[in-house]
């Protein structure tokens, strides 16, 4: 079995004393810990820098992260610092979500769509014999939400509207409480704004 080395680049054969030569191997990194008391054991590092792991070559299954980038190379991946990964510019674990992006902290409908199969067969565009329908048919419309804020459909624009306010929070009303207190209907209440951030 080698070991690869990433200090020279190269496939390490041997071993010093059952450790691998070469590795640094009675050695750690502290983050942002000033000077360490003890040099030879533990080395100050900022957040974006670490050293880099040693893996074993040859094994099954090791492969690169990106195709574009240096196996085993580059520094630490932190969530919401690192800004490469093996080496190759990617900014992708900069934001919170899962995407890459901004994402909508409560997951809400953005556009509800119906498809007019009982219209399609009421003006004959099923083909009972060859078991389709006739081409451009069932229509898809935007249909099937309706609005008691605007009295509306607004079923195109489900979040842009801003209707449903408990899926769209601000700092004014950063979310809402149902609740019953033995009356027959159940009250429904605002949060209070938000002021501190």
């Known amino acids: 079995m080698t070991v690869w080395n990433i200090a020279n680049t190269g496939n390490v054969s041997y071993v010093d004393g059952g450790a691998i030569s070469g590795v640094d191997n009675n050695g750690g990194v502290i983050t942002r810990v000033g000077t360490p008391g003890d040099a030879t054991l533990w080395a100050q590092a900022t957040l974006a820098n670490s050293k880099t792991t040693t893996i074993v070559s040859g094994m099954p299954a090791i492969t690169g992260i990106l195709s ?23 900014t992708v674990l900069l934001f919170g979500a899962s995407d890459g992006a901004a994402g909508n902290s409560i997951h809400q409908a953005q556009v509800v769509r119906s498809n007019q199969y009982k219209t399609a067969i009421r003006e004959n565009k099923w083909n009972e014999f060859s078991g389709v329908f006739d081409t451009g048919f069932p229509e898809i419309v935007n249909s099937g939400a309706y609005s008691q804020a605007t009295d509306t459909d607004v079923s195109q624009e489900l979040a842009t509207s801003g209707v449903d306010n408990a899926s769209n929070p601000t700092a004014a009303i950063p979310g809402e409480l149902v609740y019953r207190d033995g009356s027959p209907l159940p009250n429904q209440d605002d949060y209070k704004a938000r002021t501190l951030y």
């Open 68 to 90: 574009a980038g240096a196996f085993n190379g580059g520094t630490q991946v932190i969530k919401r610092v690192t800004n490469t990964i093996a080496g190759t510019s990617n």
